[in-house]
């Protein structure tokens, strides 16, 4: 499946971005998959500062993949910063994390998500879960983005 808007992972777990890529690549999509390892940079990535500068002027990423436990920064007030700004208010944001604890479910969407997935544990149920991901934020839903999908 091709879209030209990239994905934007945040995960600090080598495994779990490896694991990430392989699952996307396996499922067919070959949009960038772009990483950061903590909140700081994820917000400086979408936000075009420091270290991310570069970006100034470039679009959004089509979705953002945050995990909730992150160094610096953790993925709830990554959230409540991207919704906070008029630029990224829209973007589309699943939560991507190995917590199954009611409050982070809750707070996640209070905070406005857009969806929140448990990761699978098998590597099949991984690369299923991911494909799924990728048809409905990439193919099929309708992004009031510009440049959005749909």
């Known amino acids: 499946m091709s879209s030209s808007q990239s994905i934007l992972l945040v995960e600090d777990n080598p495994d779990d971005v490896d694991l990430t890529q392989r699952a996307f690549q396996r499922a067919g999509f070959t949009q960038p998959l772009d990483v950061v390892e903590d909140g700081v940079e994820a917000l400086d990535y979408l936000f075009a500062r420091g270290a991310h500068a570069h970006r100034a002027g470039e679009p959004l990423p089509g979705l953002v993949l945050l995990d909730l436990k992150l160094p610096r920064l953790d993925g709830h007030s990554v959230l409540r910063q991207i919704r906070a700004n008029p630029r990224t208010r829209f973007l589309p944001v699943v939560i991507l ?29 991984f690369v299923e879960a991911a494909r799924q991901l990728g048809v409905y934020w990439l193919v099929l839903n309708r992004s009031p983005l510009p440049g959005g999908s749909g």
Not at 107 to 125: A, D, F, L, Q
């Open 97 to 125: 994390t190995s917590s199954d604890e009611e409050k982070d479910l809750v707070e996640s969407y209070s905070h406005g998500c857009n969806s929140y997935v448990r990761k699978p544990v098998s590597y099949t149920e």
